[in-house]
């Protein structure tokens, strides 16, 4: 550690005092989390009151025979209401190429949907973009309120990837979020 000043190393011992009694700020959790890539997902569903979509970054697989994934969902975002009615969801994997889709998940007071040629639905009724390379329908088995968000855990129950998504696989790059920031990964940034 390199403290220059009586100060600095004073709010250096408070900051650490605190992390070994178990109380981590909100600040420092989130800077610390703020260099950890993580993948972009769309998010949308449906509770028979209009479609709604939002963009995550929390879309994690949890199993895959049965197939279940789990996300979480700020108790602030107005797709909230509507995800802890639904009974089943779509999640976009969103590549590099699907940026677009994921800064309208993430802007704020505007219609998602007012474009409708960017979306459809399924024959089950769920809204969904086409144009995202793969997407899996999940059935929500289980919600739990964490703080202020809800985590949700879902079964999927159908998928999609599309052809020109698999040929070229190798090729395709990545979306992901890093701090506050999208980033493109590839073959240009792997590591080894």
């Known amino acids: 550690m390199s403290v220059s000043s009586p100060a600095r190393a004073e709010q250096w011992v408070h900051r650490h005092a605190e992390h070994r009694f178990g109380q981590l700020s909100s600040e420092d959790f989130k800077a610390a989390f703020r260099y950890y890539p993580l993948g972009v997902s769309l998010i949308t569903a449906d509770a028979g009151r209009g479609p709604v979509a939002l963009t995550a970054s929390s879309v994690s697989a949890v199993n895959d025979d049965p197939a279940l994934l789990m996300f979480s969902a700020s108790s602030r975002s107005s797709s909230s209401p509507t995800l802890r009615e639904a009974d089943t969801i779509v999640v976009h994997l969103l590549d590099a190429d699907s940026l677009d889709l994921a800064k309208l998940g993430s802007a704020r007071g505007v219609d998602r949907f007012a474009d409708r040629s960017q979306w459809a639905r399924l024959v089950t009724g769920e809204p969904y973009f086409p144009r995202a390379r793969s997407w899996i329908r999940a059935r929500i088995l289980n919600r739990m309120d964490a703080g202020g968000s809800t985590v949700i855990v879902a079964q999927g129950i159908q998928s999609s990837v599309s052809a020109d ?28």
């Not at 998504?165 to 080894?192: C, F, K, M, Q």
Request: zero cysteines.
């Open 165 to 192: 998504a698999a040929d070229d696989l190798p090729s395709r790059d990545g979306l992901v979020y890093l701090n506050r920031t999208w980033h493109r990964i590839g073959d240009h940034s792997r590591a080894e």
